[in-house]
């Protein structure tokens, strides 16, 4: 089992509509989340992160965290041709080093 | 602020020859990550360093890879000899008080034929 997961794509919703993307992780331990977003040929950057359980918002994307169910997601509302990328799902752990998915690659239809 | 940068953007070499990749992390960053992306593997942490010290290598593939860090501002990752398999894109990564919030570089691509 891998130490993050991510929901297999590649995912493609219309302009307009909500995405959403699901990562679970194995480190009970782990504290901190975070979600990059990678465009083709780019470095990864960082657009999300979370370290409570339940809800952060930040315009039009909510990250979303059950430590319970080990279960990290990020919705993006109202997506747009350029939310097209691929999304990295990152955990932090204890021992002070991020360890990623293997991402979800994201295609938003206009 | 200029971010984190490394060099070479691409390298081209052939099998057997020694590479060396540099990173100049942001100022003020004191911990430092190289992380190897591969279609195959995704992006994996090779070795990462805190105040200029080497924490955790547990990633580096072979004796092949070594890293150092010689001071706060720069640092660089050595294959000899390189070989084919050792193909990816190589990113660099500063942050500030390792807190997770991770600032890559460009990457560079290497091609080893």
């Known amino acids: 089992q891998k130490e993050v997961e991510q929901n297999s794509g590649p995912l493609s919703v219309p302009e307009g509509a909500i995405a959403s993307l699901n990562c679970t992780y194995s480190d009970r331990g782990s504290q901190s989340f975070f979600w990059y977003r990678q465009y083709s040929g780019k470095s990864p950057e960082l657009i999300m992160f979370?370290?409570?359980?339940g809800d952060k918002e930040d315009g039009r994307f909510t990250a979303q965290l059950n430590k319970a169910s080990q279960y990290v997601s990020l919705l993006i509302r109202d997506s747009q041709p350029s939310d097209s990328a691929t999304y990295l799902c990152a955990v932090f752990s204890n021992a002070g080093k991020s360890t990623f998915g293997d991402g979800t690659t994201l295609t938003v239809k206009p | 602020d200029a971010g984190v940068i490394q060099s070479p953007r691409h390298e081209v070499t052939e099998m057997g020859q020694e590479v060396t990749l540099r990173c100049k992390p942001i100022?003020?960053?004191?911990?430092l990550f190289w992380y190897r992306q591969t279609m195959m593997r995704g992006l994996e942490l090779l070795i990462y360093f805190n105040n200029n010290v080497p924490i955790d290598d547990s990633g580096m593939p072979e004796d092949r890879f070594s890293a150092k860090m010689p001071n706060a501002s720069f640092s660089t990752l050595k294959i000899q000899p390189s070989e084919p398999r050792d193909s990816a894109v190589y990113f660099c990564?500063?942050?500030?008080?390792?807190?997770?919030?991770?600032?890559f570089g460009e990457g560079s691509r290497l091609t080893v034929l």
């Open positions: 990564a500063s942050t500030p008080d390792n807190t997770g919030e991770l600032f």
């Open positions: 979370i370290y409570s359980n």
């Open positions: 100022s003020g960053h004191n911990s």
